[in-house]
């Protein structure tokens, strides 16, 4: 037993020996360095806390310690910080009070000047500066502007200033009077008016205005109204007249009578009948005009035989002939350079032409552009349905009350701006749609009601 155990407490003291890092002084010691490492598994919790326990890493657990405890309490190494940040000098309780009174109202102003933590987050931490922002140093028309610029400084070395200059320049010099507005004194003491009358306040601004600038502007007195809406009666009245004449039934006297009728059956048929002989009418005559009619016979006779004689011509006739058709063909040729030569001599009565035409061409044109022009504000046709004015939204004479306050307008302002839709060919003309039953409405009575009898 005793060997034994000396053998076993020899095997620890070698390992105690192999542990401390020395060589020992047995016979049977190994250099450290020679020795073989003992691996062992470093993936399971045994080889951590084996690794922890040595002496190696447990100076680096505690460096690493001190490092944090440093970084906790002075924020930094304290071997890294500078010495005013490590030492300070004492001078004595008084000099502190005084200093933290001096400091009082410093360290107020610069509390206030701090900048929030919200807006320290929002900063931007990162060293790599941001993307510069071309779009946002670029100015429209800058080159233009540059221009403008350096033209106005030109001027205005000269003296000449903008327009906009000039203008603010006149309003400081001549303020605008602000007018006054109406009291509720100025409104009693208005004098009241008629409102028809030929001189009434309303229609005193469009007096001696151009009649173009009243329609176009739609500024148009009562009258004007009334006139229009009277010109459109005239002619609805018109039509109307037109209409029932050309329905109306014929009077009396224009009616179709029996003899009328028969008369009219007639024409034509006696006119006929007077061209047309009778058989025994040349027999009935006698025997001076049955000659008279044979010595025509006998006449056309002798000039049929002539022409037939005289169709047949001579060498030297047909000779003659020719010479006389190359004759006037030469004449005319003599004639049409005779003309052509007399153009030259002609050429200002052609230049005076040629402008005519040319004046006459331009007048066309610029009648044809005015038309043109005035048919552009016409509505066009767009679509299936012309455009229909509406009716002139007017009030009669024993319609108008006698106070604007009672009077009731006239109009529907949606149909009013339809109507502004199609005149000014925007929409096409529309009519409401017209409801036509596809099918015929079958009546049936049922077989309930049917057997009730009352």
């Avoid at 049977?28 to 691996?39: F, H, I, W």
């Avoid at 790599?128 to 080159?143: E, G, R, T, Y």
Wanted: hydrophobic share 35%; aromatic share 4%.
């Amino acid at each position: 037993m005793a060997a034994g155990s000396s053998g076993g407490r020899g095997k620890v003291r070698s390992q105690s020996e192999a542990d401390s890092g020395f060589l020992g002084l047995r016979p049977t010691s190994v250099d450290p360095a020679l020795r073989r490492r003992r691996r062992g598994p470093r993936n399971k919790k045994r080889g951590w806390r084996r690794l922890a326990e040595e002496p190696l890493g447990l100076e680096v657990d505690q460096f690493l310690e001190d490092v944090r405890l440093q970084e906790r309490t002075s924020g930094g190494l304290i071997s890294e910080a500078p010495d005013e940040k490590l030492f300070f000098v004492d001078t004595g309780s008084k000099d502190r009070e005084l200093s933290k009174k001096r400091t009082k109202g410093p360290k107020r102003s610069l509390l206030l000047k701090k900048p929030l933590r919200a807006d320290l987050v929002l900063e931007n931490t990162s060293k790599i500066p941001a993307p510069k922002d071309i779009l946002a140093h670029q100015v429209p028309n800058a080159k233009k502007l540059k221009r403008k610029e350096q033209l106005w400084e030109k001027l205005a070395k000269q003296g000449e200033l903008p327009r906009e200059v000039r203008r603010a320049q006149a309003r400081l010099l001549s303020p605008p009077v602000a007018k006054a507005k109406p009291g509720p004194q100025d409104t009693v003491e208005r004098p009241f008016y008629d409102l028809w009358a030929k001189d009434n306040p309303l229609e005193r601004p469009l007096a001696g205005q151009d009649a173009f600038f009243l329609e176009q502007t739609k500024k148009k007195g009562v009258k004007n109204l009334l006139w229009e809406a009277h010109q459109v009666e005239l002619q609805r009245q018109k039509e109307a007249e037109k209409l029932e004449r050309q329905l109306a039934l014929p009077t009396a006297e224009q009616a179709a009578t029996q003899e009328s009728t028969f008369e009219e059956m007639c024409q034509g048929l006696l006119e006929e009948s007077d061209g047309e002989g009778e058989p025994g009418e040349g027999q009935d005559k006698g025997p001076e005009v049955a000659g008279d009619q044979a010595g025509e016979d006998q006449a056309g006779g002798g000039a049929a035989a002539r022409l037939a004689a005289v169709e047949k011509k001579t060498e030297q006739q047909r000779r003659r002939e020719k010479a006389a058709r190359k004759l006037r063909l030469q004449q005319a040729a003599v004639r049409a350079a005779r003309l052509r030569h007399q153009e030259l001599f002609r050429l200002r009565g052609i230049k005076a032409q040629v402008a005519q035409r040319l004046a006459e061409l331009a007048r066309r044109r610029e009648r044809r552009r005015a038309q043109r022009l005035a048919e552009a504000d016409k509505p066009r046709r767009l679509g299936r349905l012309k455009y229909q004015a509406p009716d002139i939204d007017v009030q009669l004479s024993s319609e108008l009350s006698d106070s604007l306050r009672t009077l009731k307008p006239e109009g529907n302002i949606l149909r009013d701006r339809f109507k502004s839709f199609q005149r000014r060919n925007m929409i096409e003309p529309r009519e409401r749609a017209k409801f036509k039953r596809k099918y015929k409405v079958k009546l049936v009575e049922k077989r309930a009601f049917r057997e009730i009898q009352l």
